[in-house]
């Protein structure tokens, strides 16, 4: 496709289970960024990969969060042991290098 | 204080105004700046990016930074009611890749 996907796009989980969210960027992007965004909120900083190098991970709350890239395009985002405070809509963007970024169209995840 | 401060709105204006939204922000050593529109359930689309102090045109969309002031603003002429949004800006943090982003303001263009 010619932008940003993401999968899937509604997650409803139970407090205490394992969540992945996949991000498909932009072919040819090498940047790729993660971000969270609550209601009436900006998108917050959570990761930011170049390659399939994390180049910055400052913005992930706890140990619970992690994200990989293995072959520096598609990503996953991980979260163990979800908490209700984790309900959020996750955002994908994508870059060619720095500067503009293509958001995708996010995943709602609800955690009971 | 906050990296990125936007005052949240809504902010209302008549069809055929000019809308001015604001942005200050508090890293003096940021060097790349942007401005996102966000429809309601909607994921950021990029409307304008800026590096250097000034104004830069786009459209009906001008983009004005001062550093010295830290600050950042956008101006759309001409506002139609399709424009009416959620206007997100977006702070490189200096010497990073990361960028930050404000609450956002709610624009109300009023036919």
């Known amino acids: 496709g010619a932008g940003v996907s993401q999968t899937p796009s509604n997650k409803v989980t139970e407090k205490g289970k394992y969540v992945e969210l996949r991000c498909d960027p932009i072919s040819g992007h090498t940047a790729l960024y993660w971000y969270r965004q609550s209601l009436g909120q900006g998108p917050e900083f959570l990761i930011y990969?170049?390659?399939?190098?994390?180049?910055?991970d400052s913005g992930l709350p706890n140990d619970r969060f992690f994200a990989v890239r293995p072959e520096g395009s598609v990503s996953t985002l991980k979260i163990q042991r979800t908490e209700r405070g984790d309900s959020a809509v996750y955002l994908c963007?994508?870059?060619f290098g720095p500067g503009e970024q293509f958001f995708g169209p996010g995943t709602r995840l609800t955690v009971l | 204080q906050k990296e990125v401060e936007q005052n949240s709105g809504p902010l209302s204006v008549p069809e055929g105004a000019i809308a001015s939204l604001n942005c200050t922000y508090s890293?003096?050593?940021?060097?790349?700046f942007f401005w996102y529109r966000q429809y309601s359930g909607k994921s950021p689309e990029l409307i304008m990016f800026?590096?250097?102090?000034g104004d830069k045109e786009d459209g009906r969309f001008t983009a004005q930074l001062n550093k010295a002031s830290q600050y950042v603003s956008l101006l759309i002429r001409d506002s139609q009611p399709s424009d009416s949004a959620t206007y997100l800006c977006?702070?490189?943090?200096?010497?990073?890749?990361?960028?930050?982003f404000g609450t956002g303001t709610r624009l109300k263009v009023l036919a």
């Open positions: 800026i590096y250097s102090n």
């Open positions: 890293d003096r050593g940021s060097q790349s």
């Open positions: 977006a702070v490189e943090t200096s010497g990073t890749y990361k960028y930050i």
């Open positions: 990969f170049q390659g399939t190098g994390a180049a910055d």
């Open positions: 963007a994508s870059s």
